[in-house]
């Protein structure tokens, strides 16, 4: 279960900024899924809901999730093709097929909002 143990660390993050910041609650979480993660999107959403649920710090955090394309890049020139979902087969430049996608593996945690204690 690799979704299962990435929203925990995704949440373990959370745990961590809410206590920095002094804040009770997440109320929303906005991640950047990266093309080349190999997450299973539903797996993760439902996965971040479960453990979520579990701490009164992240229960019913809203969870927005947003993907992107790879960018590609030659091997051979460095030419940086734009965001597509297929891979270019030669690079337009110099005609090298040596193109690799050149995107993000990871989940990236974009924007947190939080409710803060109200004092006393
Ligand atoms: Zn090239």
Redesign the pocket.
């Known amino acids: 279960m690799h979704e299962l143990s990435l929203a925990q660390s995704l949440l373990r993050q959370l745990h961590d900024l809410a206590a920095q910041n002094g804040a009770k609650r997440v109320s929303k979480v906005t991640v950047e899924i990266g093309p080349l993660a190999g997450i299973v999107r539903d797996s993760f959403e439902f996965g971040f809901t479960t453990l979520a649920a579990e701490s009164p710090v992240t229960h019913g955090a809203a969870l927005v999730i947003k993907t992107s394309a790879p960018e590609y890049q ?6 940086m093709m734009p965001a597509s979902l297929h891979r270019p087969l030669n ?6 097929e ?2 690799i996608p050149n995107g993000g593996s990871d989940i990236v945690l974009l924007q947190v909002e939080m409710e803060t204690a109200d004092g006393s």
Not at 74 to 79: E, K
Not at 91 to 96: G, L, T
């Open positions: 030659c091997l051979d020139c460095n030419h690079c337009p430049a110099c005609q090298s040596m193109v």
